[in-house]
Nanobody, 117 residues
Framework: VQLQASGGGLVQAGGSLTLSCVVSGDIGSINGMGWYRQFPGRQLEMVAR???????DYAESVRGRFTISEDKPNNAVYLQLNNLRSEDTAVYFC????????????WGQGTLVTVSS
């Protein structure tokens, strides 16, 4: 499975961005998609995920501001980021959950989101 993320950039606080992730390869081996982020010097943290045919889950810090959605015909997953804050500045990664293990173990390259205050 290969994941290609895009959509990061520089935005002012209060602004919006949409991140996209296109998945290719053995799509049938996946049963969930997610977005994670990493702050400098810190571990990855889950931002949002969609699993089990549509169940969504969000980090408390982004609930109500970010929305994850999927476009199954185009093998894509999106993360809409609204009302961005400076503390959302991070590298964002998309990930796929493998059906065989129920673990998010396939990763795309990161895309940098920078929010200026």
């Amino acid at each position: 499975v290969q994941l290609q993320a895009s959509g990061g950039g520089l935005v002012q606080a209060g602004g919006s961005l949409t991140l996209s992730c296109v998945v290719s390869g053995d799509i049938g081996s996946i049963n969930g998609m997610g977005w994670y982020r990493q702050f400098p010097g810190r571990q990855l943290e889950m931002v949002a995920r969609i699993i089990n045919e549509g169940t969504t889950d969000y980090a408390e810090s982004v609930r109500g501001r970010f929305t994850i959605s999927e476009d199954k015909p185009n093998n894509a997953v999106y993360l809409q980021l609204n009302n961005l804050r400076s503390e959302d500045t991070a590298v964002y990664f998309c990930s796929a959950r493998r059906r065989s293990s129920n673990v998010f173990s396939s990763w795309g390259q990161g895309t940098l989101v920078t929010v200026s205050s």
